[in-house]
């Protein structure tokens, strides 16, 4: 169970109860955060109460975390030896028992409209990919999550290649840090405006990580983003939600792609387990927590002849009815042996428009870096994979080429 986040007075020190209450809710943090081959804690790994615990069993005031995650975070400092508002005896200590380690950037890709897209390196060898979608007065970063996915969503390239492993908080949020340092490297002017965990991955099959990644994209110390400006996106981990409404106000987007459990079962298979009623109740339990001025997103993927009938965008008006929401319609990015194809321009805009005739709110999100296989649903990355799902699709790739050449 991550830490909560506590407001501590950065002059003051931690009292014993709150180190209790910490050490209740985190047992084991340097275990849990260490990269057993060294032997040191690598700090991308902890929000600031994780980082007022660490820096309290050193016999430090809580202000060392201010001061650590500006250094990070704000000026993009990982060398403890120029971090000199900290004592060189504290340096020293830093050194020998933690890190502030980064995967690498192994391949960048520039698109013709300008988005940009990284291939990083994490662990086991395996490659995930991070996406930056510039707009108007925006930047959007669309980070991962895991490497590859547990789920197997039909229409989407990343569950294909299977499942190795989740992300740890420190290569979740490196991947802000170091597009956000590339950004300065290029001479832009705007930095990233928006984090939505949208790429590789399950987020809330990955709680943990991604809370305290999280923690830290909204942290003033760190990124200092809205909350409405940093999204988590689930398929439907119902519990999860639930747990999440705990811990953070996080904005929450749900992948619901069918106006009905039949067709979801098929589409998006965790529906089996959570079926739409029970997705949409945990939905309006989040909203609880929010706030009447805020709103979820509701993610729907158009898939010709399969849910982008008026009659669909009817029974997905009512299925949504009395909840806070608005409509992200997204037309199918196609990619190999998929089985689906991207709607005419016309049937989106009059599946969109039957919805805003409803009184809903609802965008259509412009397909962006489809050149460099950028776009949503189209992430790969390089997984080794723990299961057999990247084996059959890519049997199946092969055999659609063989049928097509023959």
Not at 219 to 233: E, H, M, N, P
């Amino acid at each position: 169970m991550r830490a909560e986040r506590v407001a501590v007075d950065a002059n003051r020190t931690v009292s014993d109860t709150e180190k209790t209450n910490l050490l209740d809710k985190k047992t084991n943090l340097l275990d849990k955060k260490t990269n057993l081959s060294v032997g040191k804690t690598n700090l991308l790994d902890l929000n600031r109460a994780d980082l007022d615990l660490f820096f309290a069993d050193l016999g430090e005031r809580p202000y060392r975390t201010m001061q650590i995650m500006k250094w990070i975070y704000h000026r993009g400092v990982i060398d403890f030896a120029l971090m000199t508002d900290l004592s060189k005896v504290l340096r020293a200590r830093l050194a020998e028992i933690a890190e502030i380690r980064l995967p690498g950037i192994v391949a960048e890709q520039c698109s013709v409209d300008g988005t940009r897209k990284w291939a990083i390196r994490v662990g086991n060898g395996n490659c995930v990919e991070t996406v930056l979608i510039p707009g108007s007065g925006r930047n959007t970063l669309c980070v991962s999550s895991q490497v590859g996915c547990m789920l197997d969503c039909r229409f989407c390239s990343t569950g294909k290649q299977g499942f190795n492993g989740n992300l740890t908080a420190a290569e979740i949020i490196a991947q802000v840090w170091l597009v956000q340092r590339r950004l300065q490297e290029l001479g832009e002017a705007q930095g990233i405006t928006n984090v939505v965990l949208m790429g590789m991955g399950e987020p809330l099959l990955n709680f943990d990580a991604t809370v305290t990644a999280t923690d830290l994209m909204m942290d003033d110390w760190a990124f200092g983003l809205s909350k409405r400006r940093v999204t988590i996106s689930t398929a439907g981990v119902v519990p999860a939600i639930y747990e999440l409404g705990k811990v953070t106000d996080v904005s929450l987007a749900v992948s619901l792609h069918a106006p009905d459990n039949s067709l979801r079962n098929e589409l998006v298979p965790i529906n089996r387990k959570y079926p739409i009623e029970e997705l949409l109740e945990a939905c309006r339990h989040y909203l609880d927590g929010l706030g009447e001025r805020r709103s979820i997103t509701i993610e729907y993927t158009l898939m010709k002849g399969v849910n982008d009938s008026l009659e669909q965008a009817d029974a997905v008006a009512g299925l949504l009815r009395g909840l806070r929401c608005k409509v992200n319609l997204i037309p199918f990015n196609p990619f190999p042996a998929s089985g689906f194809e991207r709607p005419e321009t016309e049937t989106v805009k009059a599946f969109q428009n039957r919805l805003m005739n409803h009184g809903y709110a609802t965008m259509l999100r412009t397909t962006r870096g489809e050149d460099i296989d950028a776009a949503c649903g189209q992430l790969v990355g390089a997984v080794e994979d723990r299961t057999r799902r990247q084996a059959r699709y890519i049997a199946r790739v092969q055999a659609q080429g063989a049928t097509e050449t023959a």
